[in-house]
């Protein structure tokens, strides 16, 4: 039995959620399991009284669409001391890992897979995680929760780009991040290191924000990106879904696959110089040290953590089908002409 992020909301959150948008019966027993943990998550809030602090410092987001190498950097770059990135644990308990997380953890590690399913790349509660989780518990703004309700979809996807949101809902986006952060850093002096996909369609609202904040983008082949993202609704949904998703989700990626660069390509030259390095997964993978090194450098965080020297393995996929690169070159033209992909695709590749 695997834990669904979705256990670390509170009671209240939990039954407002399943309220609003009804649970299928074939995942009755996810939802059980999410009741008796939001129950337990209520009852150990009310010892997890620690305010949040102000921020002393702006965060460094990592930036890039679902499977361009984000996991990756993310983990390599929370290597550094002068970064703080938060766990897996924090990001799925943000009102109680404070008091729970010392024991917690150690109890319940057992129920999280020593590897994501979608790919090799390890899991656990330790390990980095995207404050995206925090946000979609605590405030209910975040297209996640519409990869667990997809009927609701329509809905939760709104929060990618924020813009089509009403002014209470980006703030209560804003508070979210802030009493997460806060709790987070507890005045600490380093860079919060945060990883969110979504971020990216997020810059303008993030800059007003974080007016200091870093940011490194990672882009990737547009073909590659649309495969691996594929088996990632075919893999990850199954585990994270609460209703039965009809049909595939081609539709879903390829829509949120232009949201997110449109609003990239308009946001991007609203950062400082300095404050911005833009990166090849590709160059990633031909040399993980030197593009560290890179990044590193370009944003003024001091030296560079060292790349450990293991292989990099990435999913293989088969070829994509002519009317599915039709389809991937219409949302994605722009990003073939900045970034200089051939608009013909080769066999497609997965990554972590």
């Known amino acids: 039995m695997d834990l669904n992020w979705l256990c670390g909301a509170t009671a209240s959150t939990w039954h407002r959620l399943r309220r609003e948008h009804g649970v299928d019966a074939a995942y009755a027993h996810r939802a059980a399991q999410i009741t008796v943990l939001s129950a337990y998550n209520s009852a150990v809030r009310r010892f997890d009284r620690h305010p949040p602090r102000p921020l002393k410092r702006d965060p460094v987001f990592v930036l890039g669409h679902w499977r361009s190498g984000t996991t990756w950097l993310y983990h390599r770059m929370a290597e550094a001391p002068g970064l703080t990135a938060p766990n897996a644990f924090q990001v799925v308990n943000p009102l109680t890992f404070r008091a729970s997380e010392p024991v917690a953890s150690r109890v319940f590690a057992g129920l999280v897979p020593e590897k994501r399913v979608q790919d090799d790349v390890p899991l656990g509660f330790a390990l980095p995680e995207e404050d995206e989780y925090a946000i979609a518990l605590l405030a209910g703004t975040s297209p996640y929760l519409g990869r667990s309700f997809p009927r609701a979809l329509p809905f939760y996807e709104r929060f990618l780009t924020l813009d089509a949101c009403t002014d209470a809902e980006r703030t209560a986006f804003h508070r979210a991040m802030r009493v997460f952060l806060g709790r987070l850093m507890d005045g600490a002096d380093a860079r919060p290191l945060l990883k969110s996909p979504a971020h990216t369609a997020r810059v303008k609202h993030l800059l007003r924000w974080f007016p200091d904040a870093r940011f490194v983008h990672i882009h990737r082949d547009p073909f590659a990106v649309f495969a691996s993202t594929r088996h990632l609704y075919d893999t990850v949904d199954w585990f994270w879904t609460l209703q039965r998703r009809d049909g595939s989700p081609d539709a879903t990626i390829l829509r949120q696959y232009r949201a997110v660069h449109d609003a990239w390509f308009a946001s991007r030259d609203l950062i400082a110089p300095g404050h911005l390095v833009e ?74």
């Open 279 to 352: 990166l090849a997964y590709e160059d990633l993978v031909a040399d993980p040290q030197g593009q560290l090194d890179r990044v590193f450098a370009g944003l003024g965080l001091g030296a560079a953590p060292t790349v450990p020297a293991r292989p990099h393995r990435a999913n293989r996929f088969p070829d994509l089908s002519e009317a599915d690169q039709d389809a991937v070159r219409d949302v994605a033209a722009a990003c073939f002409d900045a970034w200089g992909y051939p608009s013909r695709a080769r066999t497609a590749t997965g990554q972590r």
